[in-house]
């Protein structure tokens, strides 16, 4: 079904080009398309927020598809977003692929015409079909429908030739980044195998095993090990956590003792804020949501179409943010394992309150859980601290942001919440997994450093000549 759709895709659109070429007089008109729209930065952002806004959606839908193995496959899409069209940036961008991912991509003939809109169509569409080969039937019509409908939109006066060149080029290049990410054994295809059920989490006091109500298996116990984009060894390595203890007057009962007290104030007094807060950060469950290094993807869009940030820029934002959404999953990943800190839920009940239990439920279920990993550091704080760092270093550390993502959403209250700045998000994002009961204070304030430490590495990068 997906080869079909896949080749189907490509067939209708070349089928309605030449047809609509057909109907030209015999004298054609001149297809040189120097020196308008050589510049990728001539155009809106419509193609990159449009395909943006389906990888959300296929990362809800498809199975497997957790929030590192998602923010990967965004890294990788976007990238070669980013790379099928750097060359029509007319001098103005560089292109990161020789340095500092040292991969070599194609390159387009110097004395030929592309149409940049055509050739990105292209990548996103045969990037976007190799990563999610599993997705469901219904977001496989919706890749080959956003395709189509982006197609026939920017090939008006373009020549059946430079149209079929630009996205001959975007495919190739997307072919090039798949081929590449495949070369990392503990990242391709993990949406097969998210949980090992070889892997056995190391038995002790105060050490992670699996949680109620379902004891599933860790999530993805060697995603540590996947090959990061930009960051290096140093840019993951944060403090150990708060020492294990269950002594009232340590540190970490006390703070044991706070997820407990916020979790259950929301619980007893429903019209708190602290529910919204934390019903408004979930995003835990698919299909009911996007992934909590989607939602940060989401937030960009709202930002990029706010902002009319032009093609180029726009594509540049989201390889940027993606890269490092997945490269903060792998050193979140990696301490988690490396730390293994039991979740809140487990010490709670054997210190303090039997009966207790987290706030993570979503409305269509009847349990409350805890995520399937170690509790140390937080996942959400880490996305959260490396996406507002990099769109910061765009829009300004001041920027005002409603935030849409889950209006007119029925499950739970989703009214737009407005913040005055990008750190407020990331610290409410981060501290509102206290109050949903799944984390420390110790693993949010761990998570913030190393979300920022691997957005100064992405920052550093010179996109921009």
């Known amino acids: 079904m997906h080869n079909l759709l896949q080749s189907l895709g490509g067939t209708i659109f070349l089928f309605l080009l030449v047809c609509s070429?057909?109907?030209?007089?015999?004298?054609?008109?001149?297809?040189?398309?120097?020196?308008?729209?050589?510049?990728?930065?001539?155009?809106?952002?419509?193609?990159?927020?449009?395909?943006?806004?389906?990888?959300?959606?296929?990362?809800?839908?498809?199975?497997?598809?957790?929030?590192?193995?998602?923010?990967?496959?965004?890294a990788y899409i976007n990238v070669a977003a980013y790379e099928a069209?750097?060359?029509?940036?007319?001098?103005k961008y560089n292109s990161i692929a020789s340095r500092p991912l040292r991969l070599p991509v194609p390159q387009i003939s110097k004395n030929e015409a592309y149409f940049?809109?055509?050739?990105?169509?292209?990548?996103?569409?045969?990037?976007?079909?190799?990563?999610?080969?599993?997705?469901?039937?219904?977001?496989?019509?919706?890749?080959?429908?956003?395709?189509?409908?982006?197609?026939?939109?920017?090939s008006?006066?373009?020549s059946p030739a430079t149209?079929?060149?630009?996205?001959e080029f975007g495919r190739q290049v997307a072919e090039t980044f798949y081929t590449w990410s495949k070369e990392d054994q503990a990242g391709d295809a993990a949406y097969l195998r998210i949980s090992d059920p070889s892997y056995t989490p190391p038995a002790g006091e105060g050490l992670w095993q699996a949680t109620i109500p379902d004891y599933a298996p860790a999530v993805l116990p060697y995603w540590g090990t996947v090959r990061p984009f930009i960051a290096e060894q140093q840019d993951f390595a944060i403090d150990p956590p708060v020492a294990y203890s269950t002594d009232p007057g340590s540190r970490f009962y006390k703070e044991a003792k706070y997820t407990h007290d916020q979790a259950l104030k929301i619980r007893e007094n429903p019209s708190d804020e602290g529910l919204w807060i934390a019903q408004f950060w979930s995003d835990d469950f698919s299909p009911l949501t996007?992934?909590?290094?989607?939602?940060?993807?989401?937030?960009?869009?709202?930002?990029?179409?706010?902002?009319?940030?032009?093609?180029?820029?726009?594509?540049?934002?989201?390889?940027?943010?993606?890269m490092g959404l997945s490269d903060a999953a792998?050193?979140?990943?990696?301490?988690?394992?490396?730390?293994?800190?039991?979740?809140?839920?487990?010490?709670?009940?054997?210190?303090?309150?039997?009966d207790w239990n987290t706030m993570m439920k979503p409305e269509l279920v009847d349990e409350y859980y805890s995520p399937a990993t170690p509790s140390y550091p937080s996942e959400h704080a880490t996305y959260g601290a490396v996406a507002t760092t990099i769109l910061a270093a765009?829009?300004?550390?001041?920027?005002?942001?409603?935030?849409?993502?889950?209006?007119?959403?029925?499950?739970?209250?989703?009214?737009?919440?407005?913040?005055?700045?990008?750190?407020?998000?990331?610290?409410?994002?981060?501290?509102?997994?206290?109050?949903?009961?799944?984390c420390y204070t110790f693993d949010a304030d761990a998570g913030l450093r190393l979300g920022h430490q691997v957005a100064f590495s992405v920052n550093k990068i010179q996109f921009k000549k």
């Open 21 to 74: 070429f057909s109907q030209c007089s015999v004298e054609e008109p001149d297809y040189n398309i120097e020196p308008l729209y050589a510049d990728a930065t001539a155009f809106d952002n419509e193609i990159a927020v449009r395909w943006n806004s389906v990888m959300n959606e296929l990362e809800r839908y498809t199975t497997g598809y957790k929030s590192p193995v998602a923010a990967r496959s965004m």
């Open 290 to 322: 996007f992934t909590p290094a989607g939602r940060w993807t989401a937030i960009a869009s709202q930002m990029i179409t706010a902002e009319n940030v032009n093609l180029a820029d726009a594509v540049m934002l989201y390889a940027k943010l993606s």
């Open 330 to 354: 792998v050193g979140c990943w990696q301490n988690k394992f490396k730390y293994n800190v039991l979740r809140p839920v487990d010490y709670i009940r054997h210190t303090m309150d039997p």
């Open 163 to 167: 149209a079929q060149r630009s996205i």
């Open 116 to 154: 940049w809109p055509l050739v990105l169509n292209s990548c996103y569409k045969y990037a976007i079909q190799s990563f999610y080969p599993t997705a469901p039937s219904e977001q496989q019509l919706i890749i080959i429908q956003t395709y189509e409908e982006l197609s026939l939109k920017y």
């Open 85 to 91: 069209i750097v060359q029509g940036m007319t001098g």
């Open 394 to 438: 765009y829009f300004g550390d001041q920027y005002r942001l409603t935030d849409r993502c889950h209006e007119g959403r029925i499950e739970f209250r989703s009214d737009p919440r407005s913040f005055l700045n990008l750190k407020d998000m990331a610290d409410e994002n981060a501290y509102s997994r206290m109050q949903i009961g799944v």
């Open 156 to 158: 008006q006066n373009i």
